[in-house]
């Protein structure tokens, strides 16, 4: 449905209230060069066309025959004038678009300020060479069957505003981001990680070449050092947060095959004193019919985990995410205080609006004057 005239006449109106209330001196460009360099092309098109106008002679004229006309049938002054507003119109609605160009902005250092419910939690993800291999009767690596179940569980968590910070380990743990509570923004750096750190790849690897890192020295499945790092991350970030050690409801979710090199028994007490509840989601490629009574399939560090408070979620279990998602909700929120310093304010819209409101009044006015005057000597 369009716009009637009054709606567009008001709309207008607010944004060039807007502009005329902006403090100018206060004004700063962020993109100079564009303008200049759009100002050079609109430039160079209006010196060819007033130098087509002046030396190119019109079609279907000659020197030496026509007519004198009175100048009493020729336009007056006042047409003149009118036929002259169009051009003056888009003239300056041009010249706006250029300065909108430049990205206009006001500096400002307003902060803003509030409270949000949250849960804190960190995403400890095994990038480790085992990760790389095939995951039984799939086709796929048991990496991409981590990550697509990760980013599923992270559909589940949409719009809790979780604030969670993504690590990767392999030989050594790897901060890919300090905590967040932007969901699209974590969502898309967790769907951004690598697959795998190794230092070399093994034809019967299945993992996409553009999933992995090579890095040196890389490969093994060491969860203790990534353990004691995000440990001490906890514990400054708890501190920059004003909370009291010990108090704060927090989780580690640890998405692995569990095939650690050594099992932390130490790291899982340490968490546990410092009220962090560790999660596995397990990358399960064991056959429980391969199960023999008294031999459990279970690895160690499975068993271990739910012995410190924690517990796992089998990859294979259709049910298991959803568990994961009613795990972590049952922790206790937190209320934290976010923090928003607004350095730059964008005030390209309101110059732009004032233009293509000008060009839309310039250019059917140009019609209309064309039509009515335009054949007049």
């Known amino acids: 449905m369009l716009t009637n005239w009054s709606e567009f006449v008001a709309f207008v109106n607010i944004g060039i209230q807007e502009l005329v209330q902006t403090e100018f001196a206060q004004v700063r460009f962020g993109d100079v060069g564009l303008a200049f360099w759009l100002s050079l092309v609109v430039g160079a098109a209006m010196v060819i066309t007033v130098a087509r106008f002046v030396l190119q002679r019109r079609k279907h004229s000659r020197y030496h025959s026509g ?8 336009k007056r002054l006042w047409v003149t004038a009118v036929c002259g507003v169009p051009k003056a119109i888009i003239g300056i609605g041009i010249a706006l678009i250029l300065v909108a160009a430049a990205d206009p902005f006001l ?117 203790i050092k990534p353990l ?46 410092r009220n962090i509840v560790p999660y596995i989601i397990y990358i399960n490629t064991s056959d429980s019919r391969t199960g023999m009574l008294g031999h459990p399939t279970t690895p160690r560090l499975i068993e271990m985990i739910r012995e410190y408070g924690g517990d796992y979620f089998d990859v294979t279990d259709e049910d298991s ?48 004057t064309e039509l009515f005057w335009g054949t007049s000597p």
Not at 246 to 253: E, F, I, N, S
Not at 337 to 360: C, G, N, Q
Request: no cysteine; glycine share 4%.
């Open 67 to 74: 007519y004198a006309i009175d100048p009493k049938h020729q």
């Open 107 to 223: 500096t400002a250092t307003e902060e803003v300020s509030g409270y949000i419910e949250t849960r804190v939690r960190i995403d400890l993800v095994d990038t480790s060479g085992s990760m790389a291999w095939e995951f039984p009767d799939t086709g796929k690596s048991k990496a991409e069957i981590a990550r697509d179940a990760h980013l599923k569980f992270l559909d589940m968590r949409r719009d809790k505003n979780d604030r969670v910070s993504l690590w990767l380990f392999s030989t050594y743990p790897y901060m890919v981001d300090d905590f967040v509570v932007d969901d699209e923004m974590y969502y898309f750096q967790v769907w951004d990680a690598p697959y795998v750190t190794t230092q070399r790849l093994d034809k019967a690897m299945v993992v996409p070449r553009d999933k992995v890192r090579i890095i040196p020295s890389e490969g093994d499945t060491n969860i």
């Open 228 to 273: 004691q790092s995000i440990m001490k991350h906890f514990d400054q970030d708890e501190a920059a947060m004003g909370g009291s050690a010990g108090q704060q409801y927090r989780a580690v979710l640890i998405i692995t095959d569990a095939a650690v090199d050594e099992f932390p028994d130490a790291e899982f007490a340490a968490l546990n004193q």
């Open 321 to 368: 995410l959803a568990r994961a998602y009613t795990a972590i909700d049952e922790r206790e929120a937190v209320r934290v205080e976010m923090r928003h310093r607004a350095l730059k304010v964008p005030i390209y819209s309101r110059v732009l609006l004032l233009a293509m409101a000008l060009l839309a009044v310039g250019i059917p006015l140009g019609f209309v």
